[in-house]
């Protein structure tokens, strides 16, 4: 990290690209051997063998009186689950040898058994279930998230898509924001039209969670974002932390009280010249904080309030408070980004960023009738077809990270046999003994 003065005088940020870790050869050994020793499954059978560890396919329950009496149901729900999120119909799923798989019988339980609260239910259990795999508690504890989303053309005729050339071509498509934890387990979404600014939902779907430790630390990839965000983000209890585009033109802001001395910003200190008005947030800080309640009590959604704070690109006084304060929370990302000396705060954010990546690419795998596109023509159809999608994804990373974590259970005895046999003293002491 360096400062570089342009001929103007301008004074300009200059931050190094983060290099790759080198990995050791006993991480790729150990890599492509438990590779090696995953089994093969079927999509259904993998699914039915997840409920065997859950029970997470009880949670679709009739939609009027709440009983699962139906003969049978977990085997209509699985194939629901694969035609939804495989996105290839009720045909290839259909048996009318089969009282479960008949095509009535799947139309009756898609229509009053497999909706988004009972979507929601059956995640939590696999989210709770993944968290409880001993392997996963090196990976995270839950408390750092990414949010990003996924589009998705829509070919059919719909008010709930929106055109967006880049990502659609001529046609109209949607976007499916989704939150992965760093247990890589996807704790939330929801679908929205178009290709919107990223950072006016993410607030919505972090607030509607299906399940998991609420996130600390939610790292975005490149999302909009305003002081405005940063400000509401900071006040709900969450770093929000985006990796920007333009991180060498980010202002840095000082917050400091009339009259009271502060430290220096070190060699930045050319670049921290702009003030935080403290007094405007002291002045709206009780509205600030009923926005708060508002927003977690689920009275108003947080795409609304930031279009109504920052209406026509002149935020109200509520909205340069939230400004103000968002200052402070930027600022504080801004340096941990730049840290030239602990580079733990970027890679966490660039890791988690590549297991979202990941899951996305996943999803595009599982995802692959109809050549990825979505044919649902209303909102809801979209959000249980894509909320089957996830609880999918779900069940095959529970499913991969048990036999993971089984995998190098087996390994690690061999392993530390192994070492001990190569250690220094090894050999002195067996002949000894």
Same mark, same amino acid.
């Given at each position: ?86 996105? =290839? ?29 009972? =979507?929601?239910?059956? !995640?939590?259990?696999? =989210? ?265 994804? !779900? ?39």
């Amino acid at each position: 990290m360096s400062l570089d003065v342009l001929p103007n005088g301008r004074v300009k940020l200059n931050v190094e690209k983060l290099g790759a870790l080198s990995e050791p050869k006993s991480l790729a050994w150990l890599r492509k051997r438990v590779e090696k020793m995953l089994p093969k499954i079927d999509l259904p059978d993998l699914l039915f063998e997840a409920h065997s560890w859950t029970g997470f396919l009880d949670a679709f329950v009739h939609l009027g009186d709440g009983t699962t009496r139906m003969k049978d149901l977990p085997t209509s729900v699985v194939a629901l689950l694969v035609s939804e999120a495989c996105n =290839i119909g009720m045909t290839p799923v259909t048996d009318p040898g089969h009282e479960a798989l008949t095509r009535s019988r799947l139309v009756h339980v898609d229509q009053f058994y497999l909706r988004a609260d009972t =979507i929601a239910s059956a !995640n939590a259990a696999l =989210i709770e279930a993944q968290a409880e795999v001993p392997i996963v508690q090196f990976w995270g504890a839950g408390l750092l998230a990414s949010v990003d989303g996924l589009r998705f053309v829509v070919p059919v005729r719909t008010i709930s898509a929106a055109p967006s050339p880049k990502y659609f071509g001529f046609k109209r498509g949607i976007t499916w924001l989704n939150a992965v934890n760093d247990q890589v387990a996807g704790i939330g979404q929801m679908v929205v039209p178009g290709t919107p600014r990223d950072s006016l939902h993410i607030l919505d779907a972090l607030l509607n969670l299906d399940g998991g430790v609420k996130p600390e630390m939610v790292a975005t990839d490149n999302a909009s974002y305003s002081d405005i965000v940063f400000g509401i983000f900071k006040i709900l209890g969450y770093n929000f932390s985006p990796r920007f585009k333009d991180l060498d033109d980010q202002r840095f802001w000082r917050a400091t009280m009339p009259g009271v001395e502060t430290g220096t910003y070190g060699v930045l200190e050319p670049l921290a010249r702009n003030r935080v008005n403290l007094k405007k947030i002291e002045t709206w800080w009780p509205d600030m904080l009923r926005v708060a309640g508002s927003l977690v009590t689920n009275q108003v959604r947080a795409y609304d309030l930031l279009r109504m704070f920052g209406r026509e690109g002149h935020p109200t006084p509520l909205g340069q408070a939230f400004a103000e304060y968002g200052r402070i929370a930027k600022t504080e990302h801004l340096l941990r980004m730049v840290d030239p000396v602990d580079d733990t705060y970027r890679r966490q954010m660039n890791r988690q960023l590549t297991v979202q990546e990941s899951r996305h690419k996943l999803a595009r795998d599982v995802c692959h009738g109809k050549r990825g596109t979505i044919h649902q023509a209303y909102r809801d159809g979209m959000e249980d077809q894509l909320g089957a999608l996830g609880l999918v994804l !779900n069940a095959i990373v529970l499913w991969t990270t048990r036999y993971l974590d089984a995998a190098v259970t087996l390994l690690r005895p061999k392993a530390m046999k192994s070492e001990r046999r190569t250690s220094p003293g090894s050999h002195r002491s067996s002949t000894a003994t």
